[in-house]
């Protein structure tokens, strides 16, 4: 069983910055490849952005130049840094992982609870 456990939510006002991490329990975590996802009250989940298990990285265009995602492999963690944050980017966040499937569709095997953002103008 895959553990997925995102952190790192909160409030902050526009144009601040958070940094999300998802702390991954998954022995073959080198090999995963990881998403973000995000899901505003109302509106159905949305791709933010992935990173590759050789670290390829790409993004949704409503976030890109905004939000970097990185890895750790040693630490088993994927991290979301959003910066320029706005109004919109309020939603739960969730991060995902999957060893076969590397893109922007909600594909992905093993899912985390998820947490909020919350961004205030």
């Known amino acids: 069983q895959v553990q997925l456990v995102e952190s790192g939510g909160g409030l902050v006002q526009a144009g601040g910055s958070l940094r999300l991490s998802c702390a991954a329990s998954?022995?073959?975590?080198?090999?995963?490849?990881m998403g973000w996802f995000r899901q505003a009250p109302g509106k159905e989940r949305e791709f933010v952005g992935a990173?590759?298990?050789?670290?390829?990285?790409y993004y949704a265009d409503s976030v890109k130049g905004r939000f970097t995602i990185s890895r750790d492999n040693a630490k088993k963690t994927v991290y979301l840094q959003m910066n320029s944050l706005k109004p919109e980017d309020t939603a739960v966040y969730y991060c995902?992982?999957?060893?076969?499937?590397?893109?922007?569709?909600?594909?992905?095997?093993?899912w985390g609870q998820g947490t909020q953002v919350t961004v205030s103008s």
């Open positions: 990173i590759s298990w050789s670290g390829s990285t």
């Open positions: 995902a992982a999957s060893s076969n499937y590397y893109g922007p569709k909600d594909e992905y095997d093993y």
């Open positions: 998954r022995r073959t975590f080198r090999g995963d490849n």
